[in-house]
Nanobody
Framework: VQLVESGGGLVQPGGSLRLSCAASGFTFRNYVMSWYRQAPGKERELVASISSAGGSTNYADSIKGRFTISRDYAKNTVYLQMNSLKPEDTAVYYC???????????WGQGTQVTVSS
């Protein structure tokens, strides 16, 4: 099983980034996919999630209206489009996969997002 994140980097406040998470080794369509983030000295928090069928999404209040989660079943990839970035969005962003029926869950290695002028 692998979850490989990419797309992080340094961006100025107000800028945009798109994170990608390529999944392999499990049946992607059966898993709820999520993005979490962890800032220095803080606990890991849920940013956004998308249902296995893709019809339902959930967002943290702090990013509503700015971030969009989506998934591509042909590419076994989940995305996080981040717009209007703020310095407080600076964190390591992690991809997460969970199958509700079994409880199986996997984490990616994380990608750093830094919002700074």
């Amino acid at each position: 099983v692998q979850l490989v994140e990419s797309g992080g980097g340094l961006v100025q406040p107000g800028g945009s980034l798109r994170l990608s998470c390529a999944a392999s080794g499990f049946t992607f369509r059966n898993y709820v996919m999520s993005w979490y983030r962890q800032a220095p000295g803080k606990e890991r928090e849920l940013v956004a999630s998308i249902s296995s069928a893709g019809g339902s999404t959930n967002y943290a209040d702090s990013i509503k209206g700015r971030f969009t989660i989506s998934r591509d079943y042909a590419k076994n990839t989940v995305y996080l489009q981040m717009n209007s970035l703020k310095p407080e969005d600076t964190a390591v962003y992690y991809c997460h996969a969970r199958r509700s029926a079994t409880g199986y869950a996997y984490w990616g290695q994380g990608t750093q997002v830094t919002v700074s002028s």
